[in-house]
Each structure stands twice: as structure tokens, then as C-alpha cells.
């Protein structure tokens, strides 16, 4: 039974309230219904995924370059 199964993803009315209309596919039968366009959208995760990991990877330098200014200042502090 398709009803029974758990679904995850986006409705098309999600799409449009957040301002992504251009991946939702108007209605052509006469239900009415509206549908994503998961093909299109997954270039838009895809390019979403990829700036995140380099924001991740930024950050990451940040943390180590300040970690190593820590130690440095540790060491001068316990060995005067």
C-alpha cells in the first residue's frame, strides 16, 4: 500500500513558500496536483553540500591556527 510507506523529502508548496518555484512542475492533469522536480533541485543540494564543506575546511584552519597560538601561549606562560 503506497499510503503506508513513510515519505521524506519536499512538497511542492514547501518549495514555493521558501522561494523555489522553478523546481516545482505546475499541475497539467486535471487532480490539480503539483510535483518536484527532484532531478533539477539535486544540483541545487549538490552545490549546497559543496559550499558547506568548504566553509567546513575554513573553519578548520581557523581552529588549528588558533589551537597552535594556545599551545604556544601555554608554553610560554608555564616555562618563563
Known amino acids: 500500500d503506497k499510503y503506508s510507506k513513510v515519505h521524506t523529502g519536499y ?4 518549495l514555493i513558500e521558501i522561494g523555489l518555484e522553478e523546481f516545482v512542475e505546475q ?3 486535471p487532480d490539480g496536483f503539483m510535483s518536484v ?3 533539477d533541485i539535486q544540483f541545487l ?3 549546497g553540500v559543496q559550499e558547506l ?3 567546513d575546511k575554513e573553519k578548520q584552519v581557523i581552529i588549528d591556527d588558533l589551537t597552535a597560538r594556545l599551545v604556544r601561549l601555554e608554553q610560554i ?3 618563563p
Open 53 to 55: 564543506i568548504k566553509r
Open 77 to 79: 606562560l608555564l616555562n
Open 45 to 47: 543540494f549538490n552545490a
Open 37 to 39: 522536480c527532484y532531478g
Open 27 to 29: 499541475p497539467t492533469t
Open 11 to 14: 512538497t511542492a508548496q514547501q
